[in-house]
T-cell receptor
Framework: NAGVTQTPKFRILKIGQSMTLQCTQDMNHNYMYWYRQDPGMGLKLIYYSVGAGITDKGEVPNGYNVSRSTTEDFPLRLELAAPSQTSVYFC????????????FGPGTRLTVT | TQLLEQSPQFLSIQEGENLTVYCNSSSVFSSLQWYRQEPGEGPVLLVTVVTGGEVKKLKRLTFQFGDARKDSSLHITAAQPGDTGLYLCAGAPTGRRALTFGSGTRLQVQP
């Protein structure tokens, strides 16, 4: 099992550009999440999904979009990148919601200049 | 305002010392989790506490869930350099679906 994989590992964007961060899990988890982590800080939830076709906003959804067409994949789309979106992005998955372990990917380090 | 407040934010200690990290909230949680994150990696789950007053031990780490299920603590005995990392508490307040993470405690253990 690869667990949760994310691509790319690093990316530099210019202001106004768009990109998609990819996330795939092979554990057949229904729940998937996107977080951002600013330097020295905890994780803030951007979006989450409780199953294919169902997504919901987290704490900081503005400037991002998600889709969940399959159980395995949960891509995060940045439209019109801004310097405030410079961060490390983590994708995670879990068998169910609260009380169950979340498995995290290795992260994508994004810089917007 | 952070739903989960962690203290201290930073801790630098010598190998062999004991320490306690706190995670506090005004909200009630059905469960709380503790994760450890090493540089360049995603967080990894250490423990989940579910019952108010529960104490769980993981080798030199002791986790406690408050009686009212609003707070938790992590105590490390005889810290080692391998304990260095960012410790995060996380929980879903009663009635919410998704986890909220605390801001973390960055621990450095000097040899």
């Amino acid at each position: 099992n690869a667990g949760v994989t994310q691509t790319p590992k690093f990316r530099i964007l210019k202001i106004g550009q768009s990109m998609t961060l990819q996330c795939t899990q092979d554990m057949n988890h229904n729940y998937m999440y996107w977080y951002r982590q600013d330097p020295g800080m905890g994780l803030k939830l951007i979006y989450y999904s409780v199953g294919a076709g169902i997504t919901d906003k987290g704490e900081v959804p503005n400037g991002y979009n998600v889709s969940r067409s399959t159980t395995e994949d949960f891509p995060l789309r940045l439209e019109l990148a801004a310097p405030s979106q410079t961060s490390v992005y983590f994708c995670a998955s879990s068998y169910a919601q609260s009380g169950y372990e979340q498995y995290f990917g290795p992260g994508t380090r994004l810089t917007v200049t | 305002t952070q739903l989960l407040e962690q203290s201290p934010q930073f801790l630098s200690i010598q190998e062999g010392e004991n320490l306690t990290v706190y995670c506090n909230s005004s909200s009630v949680f059905s469960s709380l989790q503790w994760y450890r994150q090493e540089p360049g990696e995603g967080p990894v789950l250490l423990v989940t506490v579910v019952t108010g007053g529960e104490v769980k031990k993981l080798k030199r780490l002791t986790f406690q869930f408050g009686d009212a299920r609003k707070d938790s603590s992590l105590h490390i005995t005889a810290a080692q350099p391998g304990d260095t990392g960012l410790y995060l508490c996380a929980g879903a307040p009663t009635g919410r679906r998704a986890l909220t993470f605390g801001s973390g405690t960055r621990l450095q253990v000097q040899p």
